[in-house]
């Protein structure tokens, strides 16, 4: 018991990459070559009995430094701070941080910047939870819809959406949310599985893969797309024969197309009945979508994982630009953000499937989609979680896909916690794994040379 | 005269910031502080005989070291590359900047790392121009269409510009491209003022700048708007009542508000007749801006020193949402990027007036519509630079504005380059200025601590 109130003291980073692309998992028409990645944040405090908040931004590789940069220009707003205060109010920090003026400049609201930011909040967020004694998903469920409110930042959405309808939809959201907590806890959230579908897999693989992927009890799966249309016509045809008539297949551009080419290459592959076109253009193309999802119909329109704030989703809902939401909980500024983009969505009526993968995404997100079940869309009739099936031991609480579902999480927290044993290995570029990886390469370069 | 072909050796990087906070210049709605920061770049070559390349991004300080190490992340990808094929064909560099796909996942192309990408390239750009001996306006308005546009990067924006359309307009834009250059270099490019419009500034010290900006010929200012609807109407009617009817007024909220607010205030103030509305609220909202522009009219709508990148530009035109175009010279990826929106601007027939101030922003943007006058849209009609009047002096070929007027450069480069007494003195922290600052602070500290 601390004579003053616990603060935050320190606020470490680390530099955390997994050499993913020697394996070709991960692989798209625009990631050929992805090392997974995590700019990961501790968030430490002087009180014993207090647990630590641990977040992250995911990242692909090259610039993860840049990101771990950016975290660490965060760190006067963070460290001294009351932990009481922040837990009571994580959307203040939010606050605080996207409206850090000088910082501001760098975005607003986008990219490196946000990202670092997202993952200070969901740090906070996770220590919040801890502290609680709840996961997290059931710390939002059981929350006043009045505090949830004051977490959402509304400024420049409330065009579209405006605190009173917010605490409306969460208010509605109530009825029945205890019935909805017990299924959840018995039966888990409908996740589809990503992994027999990247780029780089031979077609053995892909049939390998999306037949263990049905037999797991998976309702859905996605292929990359985009890169050779006569290769995507041949592995949709070797999927849809594979998992059957009834069997959802998604597939996921990567934002590799103008909008009339989206157009052309999409209805080129409409025979194999894809269920969504993901990331048909670039994610800032809100009118783009839009005139895509007009000629592709009944094709679902699904984006998401590269928007970069709750404003970009805005104007998708307005433009109806798109038939699926893809939140990602590590891309905008962390839970406080999402909850906007999730009452955006309730409110305009598009289903949210989540993207996931990456590093520890699918630890994260389960937790904003099993509270968006439980206490605001009040279904999963539609919403999937992305679910990809490696680096998940990295994590303490590592996610449990069982049947084609994500089993609701029971440890306190935001299931965000990395092992230590990971963080030792795979820092970059001083953890073991990347020190004698380094090494091997710096001495068959000078073996090279000497040739 | 080098055995081999000259190449690129160095990418040599630098934080400096400007301490222009404790004046209040640049002060508005939502920039209270800013320290008018350059996260500079200079490109370093093996051939005695070719000049270094200098390009930068601006900031406002905090996160200037961010920026920093998003430039130090490409340099990979120059470092000993021919600088004759760089300044041949710099867009194939853009097009390997943006193309890292690893890098790409910290955007795509917005934020940190986009901006980092133009420092970069706009560094190659000033290299290239000073090689050919030609201020960098005149290399662009001197070049051939056909190469021109072979330097544009059309991802993404197809569905409203092609190449063929670009190229018509080039070669469109080369009739009487001659006898304009005679009159740009007599008469210069007709720019509007800031200098006495910057919120934290007194009544008195507006009234004496206001004047002093029409007696030195401007014929529009700006006042920054947004942060108290009393003070902005005081202000308004103050500097209405200085320059008199003739005088376009400009005000700009700096994104301060939500939509439905941009709109009350914008009317509130429609009395004192602004000519424009700047940037009435978020950048990423393309819609919003055609509703604000709907409702405001006649008042127009001007954006883009905050916009990403040409996507987004491109909806602003689509959507038809802006009625002024304000391109920044160092927020998106370079000149190969400014050309493809000033083409968009040109086939929508929306006037650009470049966003200019910070530090060596009008410097920059002087040379992209000088271009876009003597090849491109062919007319200065509504067509202004913004103008502010510090921190010039700190370039080598300052900006030089007479009678309301940038005088056309004719010093070879893209005016990039800073003088080495201002790179000494500000670099952050260790430049004499800053040393002497943070010992004198921590001194400060220390005896406040003592008390």
Chains 1, 2 share one sequence.
């Not at 109010?89 to 607003?108: A, F, H, N, V, Y």
């Not at 409110?149 to 409306?168: K, N």
């Not at 070797?238 to 103008?258: H, L």
């Not at 984006?303 to 104007?315: A, D, L, M, P, S």
Request: hydrophobic share 40%.
């Amino acid at each position: 018991m601390s004579p003053t109130p616990a603060r935050i003291t320190a606020v470490d980073t680390y530099d955390i990459r997994f050499p993913t692309s020697r394996e070709l998992d991960g692989s798209d028409a625009m990631n050929p070559d992805p090392d997974y990645s995590a700019a990961y944040v501790v968030l430490r405090t002087d009180a014993a009995d207090f647990p630590e908040g641990h977040g992250f931004t995911f990242t692909i590789g090259r610039g993860n430094d840049v990101q771990v940069a950016a975290i660490d220009a965060l760190r006067g707003h963070v460290v001294g701070r009351s932990v009481d205060e922040l837990c009571t109010d994580p959307g203040s920090l939010g606050r605080d941080l996207i409206g850090d003026s000088q910082l501001r400049w760098l975005g607003p609201e986008k990219g490196v910047m946000h990202m670092a930011i997202g993952a200070v909040i969901n740090a906070v967020w996770d220590l919040a939870a801890k502290r609680a004694h709840k996961p997290l998903w059931q710390l939002l469920a059981d929350a006043e819809p009045e505090w949830l409110v004051r977490q959402v930042d509304f400024r420049y959405i409330t065009d579209a959406l405006t605190p009173d309808e917010a605490l409306d939809l969460l208010r509605r959201g109530k009825e029945g949310a205890a019935e909805r907590a017990a299924t959840l806890r018995a039966k888990g959230f409908p996740a589809y599985t990503t992994s027999p579908g990247w780029l780089g897999y031979s077609d053995e693989k892909l049939t390998r893969l999306a037949a263990e992927a049905v037999a797991d009890g998976f309702t859905q799966i996605k292929l990359k797309v985009g890169a050779d249309l006569a290769d995507d016509v041949r592995r949709c045809r070797v999927a849809r024969s594979v998992v059957g008539p009834d069997i959802r297949i998604a597939i996921d551009a990567n934002q590799r197309w103008n909008v009339d080419e989206a157009i052309t290459w999409t209805k080129a592959l409409a025979e194999f009945l894809p269920y969504w076109i993901e990331e048909p253009t670039s994610p800032d193309d809100v009118l783009g979508h839009a005139t895509v999802r007009r000629a592709v119909a009944p094709v679902k329109v699904a984006t998401g994982e590269h928007v970069q704030n709750r404003i970009i989703f805005k104007q998708l809902l307005q433009a109806g630009a798109i038939d699926v939401l893809q939140i990602d909980a590590a891309r905008v500024g962390g839970v406080n953000e999402n909850l906007a983009i999730l009452l955006l969505a309730a409110k305009f009526g598009v289903p949210v499937c989540p993207h996931a993968g990456g590093v520890g995404l699918c630890e994260l997100v389960q937790h904003l989609s099993m509270f968006d079940y439980v206490a605001l869309s009040g279904t999963t009739d539609d919403r999937v979680i992305e679910y990809v099936g490696h680096l998940h031991d990295h994590f303490r609480d590592p996610v449990v896909v069982h049947e084609g579902h994500y089993m609701a999480p029971s440890t306190p927290g935001f299931s965000s916690t990395m092992r230590p044993e990971s963080i030792a290995e795979f820092t970059y570029p001083g953890g073991t794994f990347w020190a004698a990886d380094l090494a091997q390469q710096a001495l068959t370069d000078q073996k090279g040379e000497a040739a």
